[in-house]
Protein backbone atom coordinates (compact mmCIF):
# COMPACT_ATOMS: atom_id res chain seq x y z
CA UNK A 1 0.00 0.00 0.00
CA UNK A 2 2.89 2.32 1.05
CA UNK A 3 4.22 1.84 -2.15
CA UNK A 4 1.16 2.79 -4.16
CA UNK A 5 0.88 5.75 -2.33
CA UNK A 6 4.52 7.08 -2.90
CA UNK A 7 3.88 6.34 -6.53
CA UNK A 8 0.81 8.38 -6.70
CA UNK A 9 2.22 11.49 -4.45
CA UNK A 10 5.45 11.20 -7.04
CA UNK A 11 2.85 11.47 -10.11
CA UNK A 12 1.04 14.18 -8.36
CA UNK A 13 3.53 16.37 -7.36
CA UNK A 14 5.29 15.93 -11.25
CA UNK A 15 1.58 16.62 -12.85
CA UNK A 16 2.42 20.07 -11.27
CA UNK A 17 4.94 21.12 -13.45
CA UNK A 18 8.35 20.56 -14.84
CA UNK A 19 10.27 19.08 -11.78
CA UNK A 20 7.27 19.66 -9.82
CA UNK A 21 6.88 23.52 -10.14
CA UNK A 22 9.37 24.79 -7.34
CA UNK A 23 9.98 21.21 -5.68
CA UNK A 24 13.04 19.68 -7.61
CA UNK A 25 12.36 15.64 -8.04
CA UNK A 26 15.25 13.58 -9.08
CA UNK A 27 15.29 11.93 -12.24
CA UNK A 28 16.09 8.40 -10.11
CA UNK A 29 12.57 9.18 -7.89
CA UNK A 30 10.41 10.23 -11.28
CA UNK A 31 10.91 7.04 -12.82
CA UNK A 32 9.12 4.92 -10.71
CA UNK A 33 5.78 5.87 -11.93
CA UNK A 34 6.70 5.14 -15.23
CA UNK A 35 5.75 1.99 -16.03
CA UNK A 36 8.16 -0.74 -16.36
CA UNK A 37 6.89 -2.04 -19.70
CA UNK A 38 6.80 1.25 -21.06
CA UNK A 39 10.85 1.87 -20.34
CA UNK A 40 12.33 -1.19 -20.20
CA UNK A 41 12.21 -4.74 -22.27
CA UNK A 42 11.70 -8.11 -20.00
CA UNK A 43 14.80 -8.93 -18.01
CA UNK A 44 16.36 -11.56 -19.18
CA UNK A 45 19.45 -13.42 -16.91
CA UNK A 46 22.11 -16.67 -16.94
CA UNK A 47 23.33 -18.34 -14.69
CA UNK A 48 26.94 -20.69 -15.39
CA UNK A 49 27.86 -23.16 -13.51
CA UNK A 50 31.54 -23.88 -12.97
CA UNK A 51 32.75 -27.11 -13.18
CA UNK A 52 34.80 -27.96 -9.98
CA UNK A 53 38.07 -29.96 -11.00
CA UNK A 54 37.75 -33.93 -10.16
CA UNK A 55 40.59 -34.83 -7.57
CA UNK A 56 43.01 -37.09 -9.36
CA UNK A 57 43.13 -39.26 -6.75
CA UNK A 58 38.88 -40.49 -6.84
CA UNK A 59 36.27 -39.21 -8.59
CA UNK A 60 33.84 -37.10 -7.15
CA UNK A 61 30.64 -37.27 -9.27
CA UNK A 62 27.98 -34.45 -8.62
CA UNK A 63 29.66 -33.47 -5.39
CA UNK A 64 31.13 -30.77 -4.71
CA UNK A 65 29.67 -29.26 -8.95
CA UNK A 66 27.14 -26.74 -8.76
CA UNK A 67 23.77 -28.30 -10.60
CA UNK A 68 20.86 -26.39 -11.33
CA UNK A 69 17.55 -27.79 -9.37
CA UNK A 70 15.87 -30.31 -11.18
CA UNK A 71 12.20 -27.91 -11.66
CA UNK A 72 13.86 -25.25 -11.64
CA UNK A 73 13.43 -23.86 -15.21
CA UNK A 74 9.59 -25.14 -14.95
CA UNK A 75 9.22 -22.89 -11.61
CA UNK A 76 11.35 -19.95 -13.30
CA UNK A 77 9.08 -19.89 -16.37
CA UNK A 78 5.68 -20.44 -14.14
CA UNK A 79 4.78 -24.08 -15.47
CA UNK A 80 5.20 -26.20 -12.94
CA UNK A 81 2.39 -28.47 -11.63
CA UNK A 82 1.66 -27.60 -7.67
CA UNK A 83 -0.96 -29.78 -6.20
CA UNK A 84 -2.85 -26.81 -5.72
CA UNK A 85 -3.43 -27.00 -9.80
CA UNK A 86 -4.43 -30.34 -10.36
CA UNK A 87 -8.20 -30.70 -10.59
CA UNK A 88 -10.00 -32.83 -7.96
CA UNK A 89 -10.52 -36.22 -9.06
CA UNK A 90 -14.44 -37.52 -8.78
CA UNK A 91 -15.34 -39.36 -5.51
CA UNK A 92 -12.37 -37.53 -4.04
CA UNK A 93 -12.90 -37.66 0.47
CA UNK A 94 -11.57 -35.74 2.62
CA UNK A 95 -10.45 -36.24 6.38
CA UNK A 96 -10.65 -34.34 9.69
CA UNK A 97 -8.64 -35.17 12.43
CA UNK A 98 -10.44 -35.42 16.07
CA UNK A 99 -8.68 -33.77 18.64
CA UNK A 100 -8.73 -34.84 22.64
CA UNK A 101 -9.90 -32.65 24.89
CA UNK A 102 -7.70 -33.21 27.30
CA UNK A 103 -4.03 -33.86 28.10
CA UNK A 104 -2.82 -36.44 30.54
CA UNK A 105 -5.88 -38.37 31.34
CA UNK A 106 -6.60 -41.81 30.17
CA UNK A 107 -9.18 -41.92 26.55
CA UNK A 108 -12.37 -44.21 28.28
CA UNK A 109 -14.68 -43.99 24.73
CA UNK A 110 -15.43 -42.65 21.72
CA UNK A 111 -18.77 -42.22 20.36
CA UNK A 112 -19.03 -42.05 16.53
CA UNK A 113 -22.76 -42.30 16.14
CA UNK A 114 -23.76 -38.50 15.73
CA UNK A 115 -20.84 -37.87 13.43
CA UNK A 116 -22.04 -41.36 11.39
CA UNK A 117 -25.27 -40.37 11.32
CA UNK A 118 -24.16 -37.15 8.95
CA UNK A 119 -25.14 -37.09 5.81
CA UNK A 120 -22.02 -36.85 3.72
CA UNK A 121 -19.85 -38.56 6.39
CA UNK A 122 -18.55 -42.13 5.30
CA UNK A 123 -16.45 -43.07 8.03
CA UNK A 124 -15.22 -42.39 11.26
CA UNK A 125 -11.95 -44.57 12.37
CA UNK A 126 -10.06 -44.91 15.60
CA UNK A 127 -6.83 -46.41 16.47
CA UNK A 128 -8.60 -50.24 16.39
CA UNK A 129 -9.37 -49.71 12.96
CA UNK A 130 -5.68 -49.25 12.16
CA UNK A 131 -3.80 -52.17 10.83
CA UNK A 132 -0.48 -53.16 12.10
CA UNK A 133 1.32 -51.05 14.49
CA UNK A 134 -0.18 -47.16 15.69
CA UNK A 135 2.51 -46.24 15.05
CA UNK A 136 4.67 -43.21 12.64
CA UNK A 137 8.08 -42.53 14.12
CA UNK A 138 9.54 -45.10 11.55
CA UNK A 139 13.01 -44.64 13.79
CA UNK A 140 11.10 -47.22 16.31
CA UNK A 141 10.21 -45.06 18.76
CA UNK A 142 6.70 -45.37 19.96
CA UNK A 143 4.85 -42.17 18.26
CA UNK A 144 1.15 -43.41 17.72
CA UNK A 145 -0.99 -42.20 14.80
CA UNK A 146 -4.26 -42.00 17.19
CA UNK A 147 -4.57 -42.61 21.01
CA UNK A 148 -6.22 -46.03 21.62
CA UNK A 149 -9.52 -46.52 24.22
CA UNK A 150 -7.86 -47.22 27.53
CA UNK A 151 -4.41 -45.72 26.95
CA UNK A 152 -3.38 -42.35 27.85
CA UNK A 153 -3.60 -39.22 26.29
CA UNK A 154 -0.39 -37.16 26.29
CA UNK A 155 -1.24 -33.82 25.29
CA UNK A 156 -4.19 -31.32 24.62
CA UNK A 157 -5.07 -31.97 20.87
CA UNK A 158 -3.99 -35.17 20.33
CA UNK A 159 -5.58 -37.29 17.21
CA UNK A 160 -8.05 -39.83 18.95
CA UNK A 161 -10.33 -40.45 15.89
CA UNK A 162 -10.44 -39.29 12.26
CA UNK A 163 -13.83 -38.58 10.09
CA UNK A 164 -13.94 -39.49 6.19
CA UNK A 165 -16.36 -37.47 4.40
CA UNK A 166 -17.86 -36.31 1.10
CA UNK A 167 -16.23 -32.77 1.48
CA UNK A 168 -14.05 -30.87 3.64
CA UNK A 169 -16.73 -28.64 5.54
CA UNK A 170 -18.90 -32.26 6.16
CA UNK A 171 -15.48 -34.09 7.86
CA UNK A 172 -15.34 -30.99 9.85
CA UNK A 173 -18.85 -30.91 10.89
CA UNK A 174 -18.24 -35.19 11.89
CA UNK A 175 -15.17 -33.88 14.15
CA UNK A 176 -17.38 -31.70 16.23
CA UNK A 177 -19.88 -34.54 16.35
CA UNK A 178 -17.83 -36.74 17.73
CA UNK A 179 -18.02 -37.65 21.54
CA UNK A 180 -15.07 -38.45 23.82
CA UNK A 181 -14.94 -39.39 27.53
CA UNK A 182 -11.92 -39.17 29.51
CA UNK A 183 -10.34 -40.10 33.25
CA UNK A 184 -8.49 -38.50 35.31
CA UNK A 185 -5.77 -41.03 36.28
CA UNK A 186 -3.27 -38.67 38.56
CA UNK A 187 -3.99 -35.07 39.83
CA UNK A 188 -1.67 -32.46 37.88
CA UNK A 189 -0.04 -30.21 40.58
CA UNK A 190 2.12 -28.22 38.27
CA UNK A 191 1.02 -25.70 35.31
CA UNK A 192 4.17 -27.41 33.87
CA UNK A 193 4.05 -29.62 30.92
CA UNK A 194 4.88 -33.13 31.28
Do not use: W
Amino acid sequence: MSGFLYKNFISVLGAIGPNGGDIKIDNRVVSATVDPAERREVSRGTQKFPDVEEKKDQKTGLVGKAIPHISAKLQAAGEAVYTDDIGEVEGTLYCAIVPSKYGRRTLTGIDKTKALALDGVVAVIDARDISGKNNYSGLGGEIEVMTDIGKLVQYHGQPIAAVIARTEVLARRGVALVDSTYEITRKQTTSSVY
